[in-house]
């Protein structure tokens, strides 16, 4: 294999999607399509978002303090490409995902979703100087799951198939394949 050095970014990364649902002064729902973001561990698991520059969504987090991350799925994909190329500023985008309210935060929740995290705002770091940008650690206060994912009935490999995420790469929408290559630690054992 030979290598070259270029100047690109993190095309080959891959990277999740989530839809981070806030609400409006109004209490309609406002839905963006985010990937710069990470888990880390710090005593619990959090949720570390970045969103840069000026956002509908990014006004209503710091407002809120909370927002939901929907995991975007292939069923959710039309819309949330959507929500992603449209700006809250200028659309409003409250009939694009029916939503109902969260278990434990006032975040909404879009109906048709499978997984969604409620977050809460723990802190907020300003990585410019214009603070424009914002990158968040949340705690993660309630997931909100379709059963079939929750309990024993279905193999691992059946629940992916359910719920077919989807990630991003070189600006493409990419499907998972639902095949497990084995759990972690499975492969300690070096000839
Ligand atoms: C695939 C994809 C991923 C995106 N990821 C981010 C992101 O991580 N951070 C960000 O600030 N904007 C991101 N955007 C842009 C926002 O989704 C876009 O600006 C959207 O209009 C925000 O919605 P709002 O204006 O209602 O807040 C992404 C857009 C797309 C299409």
């Given at each position: 294999m030979e290598k070259v050095s270029y100047h690109?970014?993190?095309?080959y990364c891959p990277q999740p999607l989530y839809l981070y649902g806030t609400y409006k002064e109004d209490g309609k729902p406002n839905y963006g399509l985010f990937c710069w973001c990470a888990y880390c561990a710090v005593e619990a698991e959090k949720f570390v978002a970045c969103i840069g520059q000026d956002k509908l969504t990014r006004d209503l987090i710091r407002k809120n303090g909370m927002f939901s991350a929907t995991v975007v799925t292939e069923k959710l994909l039309t819309d949330a490409d959507y929500c992603g190329t449209h700006p809250g500023y200028q659309f409003d985008k409250v009939d694009v995902l029916p939503s109902e309210k969260g278990e434990k935060l006032n975040v909404p929740v879009p109906i048709e979703a499978q997984y969604t995290l409620e977050l809460k705002v723990e802190y907020t770091l300003h990585p410019n100087t214009d603070y424009d940008s914002d990158i968040y650690v949340c705690s993660i206060e309630n997931v909100v799951a379709d059963k079939r994912l929750i309990g024993d009935e279905l193999t691992f490999e059946q629940k992916l198939e359910l719920l077919r995420p989807v990630v991003t790469l070189e600006g493409k929408y990419v499907p998972i394949d639902p095949r497990s290559l084995g759990n972690w630690g499975a492969f300690q054992e070096r000839e």
């Amino acid at each position: 294999m030979e290598k070259v050095s270029y100047h690109g970014t993190n095309e080959y990364c891959p990277q999740p999607l989530y839809l981070y649902g806030t609400y409006k002064e109004d209490g309609k729902p406002n839905y963006g399509l985010f990937c710069w973001c990470a888990y880390c561990a710090v005593e619990a698991e959090k949720f570390v978002a970045c969103i840069g520059q000026d956002k509908l969504t990014r006004d209503l987090i710091r407002k809120n303090g909370m927002f939901s991350a929907t995991v975007v799925t292939e069923k959710l994909l039309t819309d949330a490409d959507y929500c992603g190329t449209h700006p809250g500023y200028q659309f409003d985008k409250v009939d694009v995902l029916p939503s109902e309210k969260g278990e434990k935060l006032n975040v909404p929740v879009p109906i048709e979703a499978q997984y969604t995290l409620e977050l809460k705002v723990e802190y907020t770091l300003h990585p410019n100087t214009d603070y424009d940008s914002d990158i968040y650690v949340c705690s993660i206060e309630n997931v909100v799951a379709d059963k079939r994912l929750i309990g024993d009935e279905l193999t691992f490999e059946q629940k992916l198939e359910l719920l077919r995420p989807v990630v991003t790469l070189e600006g493409k929408y990419v499907p998972i394949d639902p095949r497990s290559l084995g759990n972690w630690g499975a492969f300690q054992e070096r000839e």
